[in-house]
């Protein structure tokens, strides 16, 4: 079956699908994005990911293209268009299209806005299969990792040597030595202490929607939870580490460097937390 794209208010074969070359999301990386998870047929965070979607467009003065409401029935009716129930939707803001010119054009151009879905299997049930390697890299992004902009070239680099060395993570850390966060993910640690950390948001990392949906499963589970900071040295020294996104759910990482991270299997901890985000899908 072809697969259709959303491009600027019209539904077409994502082959056919094309934006202009003077658009400055092309020219600039002036725009921003989303990635949501659909689980038959629902939009899993989706409050959490259309309010970061409004953060990010108001941070660097995009015009709306349509409402919120709008914007979720383009969503289903791209879902219900190529058959996915159970997919990754991604959607991309621009500030549209202009003759080349750094500073914003005026008048303002049209936002331009683009939406793809692809199928994604369902999350495994046992967390064994899940489990991956990452690799530690300095952050080498802007001071606005806050927003979710679609300027990924650090990002691209740091994934494609996590690749390079057999892994699938960056875990990126900064000129003080501070972990901030995953190439494409939020993560977590549990300390020889057993307590669980995620860096406190701030300007260096993206503010992520499973992340903080996971924040009210950690404290069902009764965990004992800092959000702070952590160092890299911190990072080698833990029991557990894992990893959060859209994508990536609850995913364990069992190696760093090329070192088994605890016993090289996931922890109790993220299987506990991957055990709610399941029941939390399931359940709706
Ligand atoms: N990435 N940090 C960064 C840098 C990310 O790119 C992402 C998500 C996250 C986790 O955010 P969330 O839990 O809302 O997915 C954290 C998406 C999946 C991507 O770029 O494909």
Redesign the pocket.
């Given at each position: 079956m072809a697969r259709i794209a959303y491009v600027n208010g019209r539904y077409v074969k994502l082959a056919k699908a094309v934006v202009n070359i003077e658009d400055r999301g092309y020219q600039f990386g002036d725009g921003i994005?989303e990635?949501f998870y659909a689980y038959r047929g629902r939009l899993i965070?989706e409050a959490?990911?259309f309010a970061?979607l409004e953060r990010s467009r108001g941070e660097i003065g995009l015009t709306a293209p349509m409402g919120e409401a709008a914007l979720r029935v383009v969503i289903h009716e791209l879902m219900r268009r190529n058959r996915v129930q159970t997919g990754l939707i991604y959607l991309q803001l621009t500030r549209g299209v202009a003759k080349r010119d750094h500073a914003f054009p005026m008048p303002k151009p049209r936002s331009a806005l683009t939406l793809t879905v692809r199928p994604k299997p369902e999350p495994p049930e046992e967390l064994s299969g899940w489990s991956a390697a990452a690799i530690t890299l300095e952050d080498e992004r802007w001071g606005r990792?806050d927003i979710?902009s679609i300027n990924?070239l650090p990002?691209v680099l740091a994934r494609d040597a996590a690749k390079q060395a057999g892994a699938l993570e960056a875990v990126l850390f900064d000129a003080q030595g501070m972990v901030t966060?995953?190439?494409?993910?939020?993560v977590w640690m549990v300390g020889p202490d057993n307590v669980l950390r995620t860096r406190a948001l701030d300007q260096h990392?993206?503010p992520?929607?499973?992340?903080a949906a996971l924040l009210a499963d950690v404290a069902a589970e009764g965990l004992e939870f800092q959000e702070q900071a952590f160092s890299l040295e911190e990072l080698r020294a833990a029991r557990e580490i894992f990893i959060?996104?859209?994508?990536?759910f609850v995913k364990p990482i069992t190696r760093l460097d090329g070192m088994p991270v605890g016993n090289a299997a996931p922890g109790l901890i993220a299987s506990r937390l991957y055990a709610r985000y399941l029941a939390r899908l399931k359940e709706g």
């Open positions: 994005y990635v965070d959490l990911h970061r990792c979710k990924l990002n966060e995953g190439a494409t993910s939020s990392v993206l992520g929607c499973t992340r959060t996104s859209a994508t990536s």
